[in-house]
């Protein structure tokens, strides 16, 4: 027996997804499509934030129907999670639906009992699992699923993670677009964005990270791949911007370095963004090389600027390290953006919007706030259940009796407000045009060109959210 036609689903849309969001493709389904290769007659690989007839839910659905006799589905965020299942309870019945994704491994249970159409869950990574499924595997034997059986819920064993060099890339060709940039949902120039897993897990474990701990509590220990296998990776991409989307893609100094040179060597022209540790401003001739690479930015871990959080958080570094390193990062031509976390156990209001004072204070160019989140098997999890007066909701949010989730919110607007004054807006364009170069003279005209519509999105999702009025007060006037 084989399947003739298998879909793989990114079911999310594009009028919903963020600006970020919209920028790189779904790797995780990507990776799994892939594995398929060769086990099915025919495969297809829709993203619906791409766009196109399919976005339409009765097209989709009429194209499942005649065409497709196994769909699979990535289900990877907490958003639009009840349109995603009103989509999987329409889909005919004969034919199977199989979900994974980080969040469908989170919510096994309550997946199968919103979505009677389901018959099987895919928990974590879905390579080889997807394999056995396309093969008629009997669903006892195969590892890392969940299936029905009568009224219960089965839960197989975990898959044991399998070698990263052995994990088969995405296959490109399979894609129905590009990935174009686009700010606020409006496409601005014709930069293309793609992302490149050059390794999977992470050497550290910082107490708050569920980053290499999946969601069934299994760490994925460290592995990279070679740097050859990466940069023949990148070397086949058309795209110009590359995310390499790894945890900590600086983790061992010496093969990065080994990747810059072969990008170096070979000639390759893009423009690269990493995720990585501080520790990187160690390492300046690691930070020269990725410069004449064509690194552009890099999404930097800081978390918070107080040295009692950045303890309870087993973060490894404190504030004066943290200072150091911006003192030596700040010499290269990169765009930094800092991740902090707010909402602390313990942490007071000022000491949150200290936040915004200390970024500008050590030089990043951007931040990215996050409140406190506490995952079903996060190290945390037991000292906010322990600590008076604090609380999780079932998604994870951390919250006080001081500090409730909308005093939060507000809280997390605040810091926002105070770093992202006009005067921002203009350094960052500044040093995207004049130090990283980020962009080219004739993207930026385009991007000045877009600008009017850009303003107007913005303008018009602020009211929408009824918060116009608001945000103008905060970024013009004051923020209080
Ligand atoms: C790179 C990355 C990003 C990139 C985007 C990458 C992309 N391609 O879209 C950027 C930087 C933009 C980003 C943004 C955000 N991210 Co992010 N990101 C990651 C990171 C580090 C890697 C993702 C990745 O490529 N994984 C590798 C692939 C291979 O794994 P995977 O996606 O899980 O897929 C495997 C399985 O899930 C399964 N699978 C997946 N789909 C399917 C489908 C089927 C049918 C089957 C069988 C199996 C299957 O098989 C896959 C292959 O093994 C992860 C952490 C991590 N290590 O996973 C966080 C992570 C995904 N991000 C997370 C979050 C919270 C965010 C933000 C919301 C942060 C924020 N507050 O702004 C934003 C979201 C943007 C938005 N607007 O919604 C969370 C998601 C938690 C959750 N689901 O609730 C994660 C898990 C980190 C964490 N633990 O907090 N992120
Ligand atoms: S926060 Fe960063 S460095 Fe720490 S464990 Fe997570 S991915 Fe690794």
């Not at 000639?267 to 160690?282: E, N, Y």
């Not at 953006?337 to 313990?346: C, L, P």
């Not at 995207?432 to 000045?448: P, S």
Request: proline residues 4%; hydrophobic residues 40%; aromatic residues 10%.
């Amino acid at each position: 027996m084989r399947y003739h036609h298998a879909l793989f689903l990114n079911p999310y849309i594009e009028e919903n997804a963020t600006s970020t969001m919209m920028l790189f493709p779904p790797t995780g389904l990507e990776y799994v499509a892939a594995s398929a290769k060769g086990l099915v007659d025919k495969i297809t690989l829709l993203d619906l934030r791409l766009g196109g007839e399919f976005a339409d839910p009765e097209k989709l659905l009429g194209f499942i129907d005649q065409h497709v006799d196994i769909v699979c589905v990535s289900v990877g965020w907490d958003r639009q999670f009840e349109e995603i299942c009103r989509l999987l309870n329409r889909i005919p019945k004969r034919i199977p639906v199989i979900v994974g994704g980080y969040k469908a491994t989170e919510k096994v249970e309550e997946l199968f009992s919103r979505c009677p159409h389901i018959n099987m869950i895919v928990r974590g990574e879905g390579e080889e699992t997807i394999k056995d499924i396309l093969r008629f595997k009997p669903m006892k034997e195969i590892l890392g699923i969940s299936y029905r059986q009568g009224n219960q819920v089965v839960h197989n064993a975990n898959r044991p993670f399998s070698p990263v060099e052995s994990i088969v890339c995405p296959d490109r060709s399979l894609r129905t677009g590009k990935y174009a940039f686009s700010l606020n949902g409006i496409k601005v120039a014709n930069l293309t964005f793609d992302a490149v897993l050059s390794s999977r897990g992470c050497p550290f474990n910082c107490k708050f990270c569920t980053f290499s701990l999946n969601p069934l509590g299994q760490k994925r220990n460290y592995e990279a791949r070679s740097a050859k296998s990466v940069v023949d990776e990148i070397q086949m991409l058309e795209a110009q911007v590359i995310l390499l989307s790894d945890d900590n893609f600086f983790a061992i100094p010496q093969r990065a370095e080994d990747i810059c040179d072969l990008i170096i060597k070979r000639k390759i022209k893009k423009r690269f963004v990493a995720q990585t540790r501080l520790d990187i401003a160690k390492h300046p001739r690691l930070l020269e090389k990725a410069v004449q690479a064509g690194f552009k930015a890099l999404l930097i871990g800081i978390e918070s600027p107080h040295d009692w959080i950045l303890a309870q958080l087993d973060k490894g570094f404190d504030q004066k390290t943290i200072r150091r390193s911006f003192a030596v990062l700040s010499r290269y031509p990169i765009f930094y953006n800092g991740y902090f976390i707010y909402g602390n156990i313990g942490e007071t209001e000022e000491e949150m919007l200290y936040i915004a004072q200390f970024a500008k204070e050590i030089g990043v160019d951007v931040i990215a706030c996050n409140k406190l989140r506490i995952e079903k098997f996060s190290p945390l999890k037991e000292l906010a259940e322990k600590t008076q007066g604090y609380h999780v909701t079932d998604k994870g949010e951390l919250y006080s009796d001081m500090y409730s989730h909308a005093a939060l919110k507000k809280i997390g607007r605040k810091i926002k407000f105070s770093f992202y004054t006009p005067g921002r807006y203009i350094r960052i364009l500044w040093k995207n045009i004049f130090i990283t170069k980020f962009f080219t003279f004739k993207e930026i005209l385009l991007v000045l060109l877009a600008s009017p519509r850009i303003i107007w999105s913005v303008i018009l999702k602020e009211r929408r959210r009824g918060r116009l009025k608001d945000s103008l007060r905060r970024t013009f006037i004051r923020n209080d």
